[in-house]
């Protein structure tokens, strides 16, 4: 039997890179869901469609196919028919993009089943936002990541600008708290933690000590 870790929270929390930390640290397979959100975003923005425009979204469904892959170093690729599209989901516009159409009720059912079959046959580390809760509900160990939203802003604007993104810490502030409300009030899988989840709050840790906390939590419920 393959073993899944699931790890859920809002944008910023750090999911992504500790994910990716731990997994390498234990042998697993790290699996990023908001990357497939991201993908049904880019791939409505490209068809011209608004993030109103759910009808069309919906319909859209039908003629895409999204696989996840992995490249030759382990990192996952996400593919929208046959196109390795990775690099063009990072952006802040794709962010909102993926937290709009993951309010619909069918983008969620079109991707429950690639992110189950994820966990069939690996040892997998996923995150996301309802892992522990409806992907993965019997998930080994579930945790919920979080830290302050003023934390998390900061680091993303760091990221940013890192990364070349335009970005002021004002706007990004913004962009999480937007997020954040989006992704806890919608009708279907909300953000929440799991019932059995362990809360893990990173904000008094920079990424070190985030990485060491998480897998200490991780380790011990192995
Ligand atoms: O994790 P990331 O920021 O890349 O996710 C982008 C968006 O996709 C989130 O704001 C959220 O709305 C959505 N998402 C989701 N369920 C997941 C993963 C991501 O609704 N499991």
Do not use: W
């Amino acid at each position: 039997m393959s073993i899944a870790i699931a790890i859920d929270g809002p944008a910023g929390a750090g999911k992504s890179s500790l994910s990716k930390e731990v997994a390498k640290e234990l042998s697993f397979i790290y699996v990023d869901t908001g990357a497939l959100y991201r993908t049904i975003g880019l791939a409505a923005s490209r068809k011209g469609l608004k993030k109103e425009d759910k009808a069309e979204i919906i319909s859209m469904l039908n003629d895409i196919d999204v696989k996840l892959s992995f490249n030759d170093e382990g990192t996952q690729i996400v593919l929208l028919n046959g196109e390795d599209v990775s690099s063009f989901i990072r952006t802040p516009e794709a962010s909102m993009f993926a937290s709009a159409v993951s309010a619909i009720p069918e983008v969620r059912a079109f991707l429950l089943d690639l992110q189950r079959n994820m966990a069939k046959s690996d040892n997998v580390i996923m995150d996301g936002r309802d892992i522990g809760t409806v992907v993965l509900p019997d998930a080994k160990i579930k945790i919920f990541l979080t830290a302050s939203p003023e934390k998390r802003a900061m680091r993303r604007h760091k990221e940013n600008i890192e990364k070349g993104i335009d970005s002021t810490y004002e706007e990004v502030l913004k962009d999480v708290n937007q997020r954040d409300y989006q992704d806890s009030h919608r009708e279907i899988a909300p953000l929440k933690p799991a019932e059995d989840s362990v809360l893990v709050d990173t904000s008094d840790y920079d990424f070190e000590g985030s990485k060491e906390l998480l897998l200490r939590v991780i380790k011990e419920r192995m």
